[in-house]
């Protein structure tokens, strides 16, 4: 069983900086292809950034520039740096992780079907 717990979601204002967490347990491996998506109420998950399986990251254009995908396999966590927050980077952020070993490449890494774990969430508000 596989369980992905994101957290450091916060209230800040705009320009601020924060980090995400996410962290994995049970049967995956961090050597699968993980993404953070984020949802707005109302909307549909959209893809932020991808963390291949080669190392290669992906970034929507609307975060590029600001946010950085990375991890540590040793405490099995995922992190979203997030700088320069703008109010429309507010949602519910989620990470991802995919079920397979193989590469999503940069067409499915921010794919929502193409991962099969997902966390509960964290919430992410920016005021201006």
């Known amino acids: 069983q596989v369980k992905l717990v994101e957290s450091g979601g916060e209230s800040v204002q705009t320009g601020h900086s924060l980090t995400l967490s996410c962290e994995a347990s049970?049967?995956?491996?961090?050597?699968?292809?993980f993404g953070w998506f984020r949802q707005v109420k109302g909307k549909e998950r959209e893809g932020v950034a991808g963390?291949?399986?080669?190392?290669?990251?992906t970034y929507a254009e609307p975060v590029k520039g600001r946010f950085t995908i990375s991890k540590d396999n040793a405490k099995k966590t995922l992190y979203l740096e997030m700088n320069n927050l703008k109010p429309e980077d507010t949602a519910m952020y989620y990470c991802?992780?995919?079920?397979?070993?193989?590469?999503?490449?940069?067409?499915?890494?921010?794919?929502?079907?193409?991962?099969?774990?997902w966390g509960q969430g964290t919430q992410v508000t920016v005021s201006s």
């Open positions: 991802a992780a995919a079920g397979h070993a193989g590469s999503l490449t940069r067409f499915g890494i921010l794919k929502e079907h193409e991962y099969a774990y």
């Open positions: 049970g049967n995956i491996y961090m050597t699968h292809a």
């Open positions: 963390l291949d399986t080669d190392g290669s990251t």
